[in-house]
C-alpha cells in the first residue's frame, strides 16, 4: 500500500479546525482545483465533528492513489466498533462533497473512507513528487480557529459571488430563451398559417385537377368514339370506291384509254391508301377505348417467327437490306398469338420502310422473368429528343421519308398500346444515320393483369395486320 502523504489526529474540537486546514493544503499539494479543496475540506471536518461529538478519537490518513485514475483518499477511524449506521445517517448530505464515500465496522473499528478523483491537468504524482509533498506537508504549522473561520469566511463569500454570477447567467438566459420562445411561437403561427393557406391551395388544386381528369377522360373518349365512327362509316365508301374501280379495270369491261386506266389506277391507289388509314384509325381507337382483351394461349413463338419471316420477306425488295428473322430463344410463352405477331409486324414493316441499305433484323432472348423481342435496322434513325414523340399519333420525325409505302403516323402508337395491353413496355434507341432499335419486353409468366380500368369484352377480330 502507498505510504500515506501526511497523518494527523482528532480529539478535541480545535483539532476539527487543525484537520480541516491540513486536508485543504493536502488538496492543493495534490492538484485539486479550489472549489474542490474546499468540498473535501468540508467533508472531513464535519465527519471530525461527529466523531468529537460523540466523544471518539479519530486517527486521519491522507493517501494519493495512482492506480488507474489518480485519486486522493481520506480515511477516518476510530478505536470503537457499532458506529457505521450511526455515522452513514448523519453523513448523507456530505456525500455529495466528494467522489466516493463508505462507512463500515472494520476490526480496529469504525473506518469513514472518502476520495476525490484529481482533474486531469494536475500534475503527476509520481514517487519523488510525493516525497516533496510529504516534506511540505511536514512544515505546516495549523492555524487558530479564528484564522480558519476567516478563510471560510472568505471561501463563502467567493461561493456566494459565483452563485450570484450564476444566477445572474440564468436570469439573461431565461429572458433570451423567453425572446427565442416568443419568436419560435410567431414563427410557428406564421408557417401554421402559411401551411394552411398551402393545404387549401393544393386542395383546391387537387380539386381543379380532378376535374380537368374528368374532362379529359370525356375528351379522349369523345376521341375514340368519332374516329371509331367516323372510320366505321368511312369503310363502306372507300371500299366502294376500290371494287368501282377493280370493275373499270377490269378486262371483262369496257376498253379505257390509257389515261383514263392511268387516273382508275390514280383513283384505286389514293382509296387504298384511305382504307389503310380508316383501318388504322378504327384499330387505335379500339385500344383506346380498351376495347380489346388478349386471349392468353400457350404461343409457338417458332411458328410465328417463321410466318414472319414468310410474310415480310417479299416487303424486303431492295438487295442492299438484309431481312433476318432469328431463331427466338424460347420455345413458347404464354401470351396473345394475334397482338404479338401484330407488334412485330409493325415494327418490321416501319424498319423496312426507312431502311435503305444494311439490315433489318427481328430477335428475342430472355431477361429474367420477361422475354425481349427486339426489331433492329440501319436505317435513318431518330434524334434523341424526338425518340418519345414517334409515339405520339400522326407524328413523324421531320426530313425522313419512307423509301416504300407511305406512312400514318399511327403504327407505332398501335403497337405500343397492343404491348400495354399484353402487360409490356416498349422503347426505343436509336442513332441518326445509324440505325434504330425497337424493344419490347413482355411477362413469360402468368397472364399479366390488364392495365386499363374498364372490364374488356370478347376480342374482335384486328386483322392480319397492316403496313404502317
Same mark, same amino acid.
Given at each position: 500500500?502507498?505510504?500515506?502523504?501526511?497523518?494527523?489526529?482528532?480529539?478535541?474540537?480545535?483539532?476539527?479546525?487543525?484537520?480541516?486546514?491540513?486536508?485543504?493544503?493536502?488538496?492543493?499539494?495534490?492538484?485539486? @482545483?479550489?472549489? $474542490?479543496?474546499? %468540498? &473535501? +475540506?468540508?467533508? !472531513?471536518?464535519? /465527519?471530525? #465533528? *461527529?466523531?468529537?461529538?460523540?466523544?471518539?478519537?479519530?486517527?486521519?490518513?491522507?493517501?494519493?492513489?495512482?492506480?488507474?485514475?489518480?485519486?486522493?483518499?481520506?480515511?477516518?477511524?476510530?478505536? @470503537?466498533?457499532? $458506529?457505521?449506521? %450511526? &455515522? +452513514?445517517?448523519? !453523513?448523507?448530505? /456530505?456525500? #455529495? *462533497?466528494?467522489?466516493?464515500?463508505?462507512?463500515?465496522?472494520?476490526?480496529?473499528?469504525?473506518?469513514?473512507?472518502?476520495?476525490?478523483?484529481?482533474?486531469?491537468?494536475?500534475?503527476?504524482?509520481?514517487?519523488?513528487?510525493?516525497?516533496?509533498?510529504?516534506?511540505?506537508?511536514?512544515?505546516? /504549522?495549523?492555524?487558530?480557529?479564528?484564522?480558519?473561520?476567516?478563510?471560510?469566511?472568505?471561501?463563502?463569500?467567493?461561493?456566494?459571488?459565483?452563485?450570484?454570477?450564476?444566477?445572474?447567467?440564468?436570469?439573461?438566459?431565461?429572458?433570451?430563451?423567453?425572446?427565442?420562445?416568443?419568436?419560435?411561437?410567431?414563427?410557428?403561427?406564421?408557417?401554421?398559417?402559411?401551411?394552411?393557406?398551402?393545404?387549401?391551395?393544393?386542395?383546391?388544386?387537387?380539386?381543379?385537377?380532378?376535374?380537368?381528369?374528368?374532362?379529359?377522360?370525356?375528351?379522349?373518349?369523345?376521341?375514340?368514339?368519332?374516329?371509331?365512327?367516323?372510320?366505321?362509316?368511312?369503310?363502306?365508301?372507300?371500299?366502294?370506291?376500290?371494287?368501282?374501280?377493280?370493275?373499270?379495270?377490269?378486262?371483262?369491261?369496257?376498253d379505257l384509254t390509257s389515261e383514263q386506266e392511268r387516273q382508275v389506277e390514280l383513283i384505286r391507289g389514293s382509296?387504298?391508301?384511305?382504307?389503310?388509314?380508316?383501318?388504322?384509325?378504327?384499330?387505335?381507337?379500339k385500344a383506346e377505348a380498351g376495347r380489346i382483351e388478349p386471349n392468353w394461349s400457350d404461343v409457338d413463338l417458332?411458328?410465328?417467327?417463321?410466318?414472319?419471316?414468310g410474310t415480310m420477306r417479299p416487303l424486303a425488295t431492295r438487295p442492299e437490306v438484309e431481312f433476318v428473322v432469328?431463331?427466338?430463344?424460347?420455345?413458347?410463352?404464354?401470351?396473345?398469338?394475334?397482338?404479338?405477331?401484330?407488334?412485330?409486324?409493325?415494327?418490321?414493316?416501319?424498319?423496312?420502310?426507312?431502311?435503305?441499305?444494311?439490315?433489318?433484323?427481328?430477335?428475342?432472348?430472355?431477361?429474367?422473368?420477361?422475354?425481349?423481342?427486339?426489331?433492329?435496322?440501319?436505317?435513318?434513325?431518330?434524334?434523341?429528343?424526338?425518340?418519345?414523340?414517334?409515339?405520339?399519333?400522326?407524328?413523324?420525325?421531320?426530313?425522313?421519308?419512307?423509301?416504300?409505302?407511305?406512312?400514318?403516323?399511327?403504327?407505332?402508337?398501335?403497337?405500343?398500346?397492343?404491348?400495354?395491353?399484353?402487360?409490356?413496355?416498349?422503347?426505343?434507341?436509336?442513332?441518326?444515320?445509324?440505325?434504330?432499335?425497337?424493344?419490347?419486353?413482355?411477362?413469360?409468366?402468368?397472364?399479366?393483369?390488364?392495365?386499363?380500368?374498364?372490364?374488356?369484352?370478347?376480342?374482335?377480330?384486328?386483322?392480319?395486320?397492316?403496313?404502317?
Open positions: 500500500m502507498t505510504e500515506p502523504l501526511m497523518r494527523t489526529r482528532i480529539r478535541v474540537e480545535q483539532d476539527v479546525f487543525a484537520a480541516r486546514q491540513l486536508g485543504r493544503e493536502v488538496a492543493r499539494e495534490v492538484g485539486l @482545483v479550489d472549489q $474542490d479543496q474546499t %468540498r &473535501l +475540506a468540508t467533508a !472531513l471536518s464535519e /465527519v471530525g #465533528r *461527529l466523531m468529537v461529538a460523540a466523544g471518539r478519537d479519530a486517527d486521519v490518513a491522507f493517501t494519493a492513489s495512482t492506480d488507474g485514475v489518480p485519486t486522493l483518499l481520506v480515511e477516518m477511524a476510530h478505536a @470503537v466498533s457499532g $458506529d457505521a449506521e %450511526r &455515522l +452513514a445517517s448523519q !453523513l448523507v448530505q /456530505v456525500r #455529495r *462533497l466528494v467522489d466516493t464515500m463508505e462507512v463500515t465496522d472494520d476490526e480496529p473499528g469504525t473506518v469513514v473512507r472518502m476520495s476525490r478523483r484529481l482533474p486531469a491537468g494536475a500534475p503527476v504524482l509520481s514517487h519523488d513528487r510525493m516525497d516533496e509533498i510529504r516534506e511540505r506537508l511536514s512544515g505546516h /504549522v495549523p492555524g487558530t480557529p479564528f484564522d480558519e473561520l476567516s478563510v471560510q469566511n472568505q471561501q463563502l463569500i467567493t461561493a456566494l459571488n459565483e452563485v450570484r454570477a450564476q444566477r445572474d447567467d440564468l436570469a439573461r438566459l431565461n429572458a433570451e430563451l423567453e425572446e427565442t420562445n416568443r419568436g419560435v411561437m410567431a414563427l410557428y403561427h406564421q408557417l401554421s398559417d402559411e401551411l394552411e393557406e398551402t393545404n387549401r391551395g393544393v386542395v383546391a388544386l387537387y380539386a381543379e385537377l380532378d376535374e380537368k381528369s374528368v374532362q379529359l377522360r370525356a375528351a379522349s373518349e369523345a376521341k375514340s368514339r368519332f374516329l371509331a365512327n367516323v372510320s366505321h362509316e368511312l369503310r363502306a365508301p372507300v371500299t366502294a370506291i376500290i371494287g368501282l374501280g377493280r370493275l373499270l379495270a377490269d378486262d371483262a369491261s369496257d382509296a387504298t391508301d384511305l382504307l389503310t388509314l380508316v383501318n388504322d384509325l378504327l384499330d387505335l381507337a417458332k411458328a410465328i417467327f417463321g410466318q414472319l419471316r432469328e431463331e427466338p430463344a424460347v420455345a413458347t410463352m404464354r401470351c396473345d398469338e394475334v397482338l404479338l405477331a401484330q407488334v412485330l409486324r409493325n415494327l418490321l414493316t416501319n424498319a423496312i420502310k426507312f431502311t435503305a441499305k444494311g439490315s433489318v433484323r427481328l430477335s428475342m432472348e430472355r431477361a429474367g422473368r420477361d422475354v425481349r423481342f427486339t426489331v433492329a435496322d440501319t436505317g435513318v434513325g431518330i434524334p434523341p429528343e424526338l425518340q418519345e414523340r414517334v409515339f405520339e399519333e400522326f407524328y413523324q420525325v421531320p426530313g425522313s421519308h419512307a423509301l416504300s409505302g407511305k406512312g400514318t403516323g399511327l403504327g407505332l402508337p398501335y403497337a405500343r398500346r397492343l404491348v400495354a395491353i399484353l402487360g409490356g413496355a416498349m422503347r426505343v434507341t436509336s442513332v441518326p444515320g445509324e440505325g434504330s432499335t425497337f424493344i419490347v419486353s413482355l411477362p413469360a409468366g402468368e397472364n399479366p393483369p390488364h392495365p386499363g380500368e374498364n372490364p374488356l369484352p370478347s376480342a374482335e377480330n384486328i386483322g392480319e395486320g397492316r403496313p404502317r
